[in-house]
Every structure is written in C-alpha cells, then in structure tokens.
C-alpha cells in the first residue's frame, strides 16, 4: 500500500521560514510529478508548487520567490522551502504525487494526509 507522509508544518510569524517534508513508502515503481498544495478555510484547494519527473519546476504567482520545491528521489520524498511567509500563506498543505505502484504499473493519483501551516505574531 502506498502512502505519502508530510512533515513539518506548525506556527510561524510573518516573515519566518518554514521547511515541509513529504515522504512516499511502500510498493513503488517510480514516481513522476510531485507537488504541493494548500486550502485555505472557505477556499478551493489552490496548487503551490509541481516538480516534475524531469526536474522541472512550477509555482503558484503568489509563492515565487519565496517558496522553493525539490526532490529527493532515492529518498522518494520532495520538500518545500517557505521563505518570508505571509498571513495569507496560512492553510493546510498537502502533498500530491503520481506513482506507479508496482502491484498496478499504472499512474496513481495519491495525497498526503495534510499539515497545518499557521502564519500570525
């Protein structure tokens, strides 16, 4: 069974740092996109930033310049980096990957259970 597993939220003051972590186990062939994304309360959830297979990137008008994405990919995990957070950055984050599990070989849409990420002084 695969699973993703996040880390690394909590509450920050405006203009701190925040580091997410998210982690895939169990029977994986490969992993292709990687992501990011956030609800707020009363708001669709919104996509903050994709890293692709191929290593490229792609973030939210609102994030860049402050979030950055990567991957570890021996390490099946992908991070996001927040830099000088906002109040509006307030929200739970989600993480979102495609997998091949290998039971399947077919792509899979799975999703992280969510961290709270609270912006305020």
């Known amino acids: 069974q695969v699973q993703l597993v996040e880390s690394g939220g909590g509450l920050v003051q405006p203009g701190g740092s925040l580091r997410l972590s998210c982690s895939a186990s169990?029977?994986?062939?490969?992993?292709?996109?990687m992501g990011w994304y956030r609800q707020a309360p009363g708001k669709q959830r919104e996509l903050v930033a994709v890293?692709?297979?191929?290593?490229?990137?792609n973030y939210a008008n609102s994030v860049k310049g402050r979030f950055t994405i990567s991957r570890d990919n021996a390490k099946n995990t992908v991070y996001l980096q927040m830099n000088s957070l906002k109040p509006e950055d307030t929200a739970v984050y989600y993480c979102?990957?495609?997998?091949?599990?290998?039971?399947?070989?077919?792509?899979?849409?799975?999703w992280g259970q969510g961290t709270q990420v609270t912006v305020s002084s």
């Open positions: 979102h990957a495609d997998i091949y599990p290998i039971e399947t070989m077919a792509a899979t849409s799975y």
């Open positions: 169990g029977s994986i062939f490969s992993i292709n996109n």
């Open positions: 890293i692709m297979g191929s290593g490229s990137t």
